[in-house]
């Protein structure tokens, strides 16, 4: 089949659209990317193949505002270009990660009759989610707890596809510099970092360290933070491995004892799928919140722990990491839970929706 695969606009839409994509190539289907023409974007798909349709797009603020009226605009231009474009290389389906760079793809899609499959990442569905559903053949989702939230009774819960090259049955080798046998924290803010997670992360390790704690920790800092933060655990002689940011996270996973982290969606599932203990910090800016809410599905779940940025201290975090130093019962019960939630298939799992609808079979929708 010919496959439509609309991910633009995020990491958090791109990675895992593009897990789907070599699920679905490696199958012998033929799979086009459509793009909304980020920075992101370029690196992101450095390594893809296969067909690329680019056509620019933006999100709205999350204020109404005169720039919204400028962004309504430039959507419905979108929708048009993706008409023209699709109308001549029309796929048999279109799967839509969602974010406004779907906007245009799908509102093409639908009006050509191509079949849609809409996949929510977070527990909250987003603007363009909400808005196509109603119309989508078939809509999948990475959380259970999203079924309260759309009226959609024959949603799909396929999980979140994980990006690829990520595999928790291999194990593989010991970071460089870390010793297996300390109690290891990874610290992590997202792509872009988090400067306040940064700096209270930091200062808790340090403090622990001097206190004589026997820890190490990895951190990823982030742009523009990493000889900052490596700088700090270097003069207090905390055992450290610091990067900006990595891809490579399988061996990082297995090698954490506890994660202390955001709460996106991908995020999320990798630490479920490696069963690691997590403290999740949301982060306090998502549209809609839609991190707590993530967080707290976990919570339910008993795979992790949850505190809002707002009570996110450095004596807070102290007692927290310490407690977990002298409980590692309960850390072990936490990662079991973890494995227990995890849906470590999810690419496979939403590619064979997408066959479904593509082939026309009656209970893909």
Known sequence: ?????????????????????????????????????????????SGWKGEVVTVPAEGFP??????????????????????????????????????????????????????????????????????????????????????????????????????SGLDPSVRGDALEGLDRNVFTVLVMGGSRGAHRLNEIASEVMCRLKGEGRRLQVIHLAGVGAEQEVKALYDQAGVPSVVYCFTHDMGPIYHASDIAVCRSGASTCAELLAYGVPALLVPYPFAAHDHQTANARALERADACDVVP???????????????CLDEPGRLARMSAAAKKRAMPNGAEALADLVEQVGSGLPDAG
């Open 62 to 163: 999350s204020k109404p505002s005169f720039r919204s009226l400028v962004t309504a605009t430039r959507l419905l231009r979108a929708a048009r270009t993706c008409s023209r474009k699709m109308r001549s290389n029309r796929p048999d389906a279109l799967l839509a990660m969602g974010s406004y760079a779907s906007a245009g793809p799908v509102s093409a899609a639908l009006r050509l009759h191509v079949p849609v499959v809409l996949h929510e990442a977070n527990v909250l569905p987003g603007r363009a989610v909400s808005l196509f559903s109603r119309w989508a053949t078939a809509m999948a989702a990475s959380f259970e707890e999203t079924r309260y939230y759309t009226r959609r009774k024959n949603l799909v819960i396929t999980g979140m596809p994980m990006r």
């Open 1 to 45: 089949m010919k496959i439509g695969l609309a991910c633009g606009g995020t990491g958090g839409h791109i990675f895992p659209g593009l897990a789907t994509a070599d699920v679905l190539r490696k199958r012998g289907h033929e799979v086009c990317l459509w793009l909304a023409g980020k920075d992101v974007e370029e690196a992101a798909i």
């Open 309 to 323: 940025e707002r009570d996110l201290s450095v004596e807070w975090l102290s007692e927290y990491l310490m407690n």
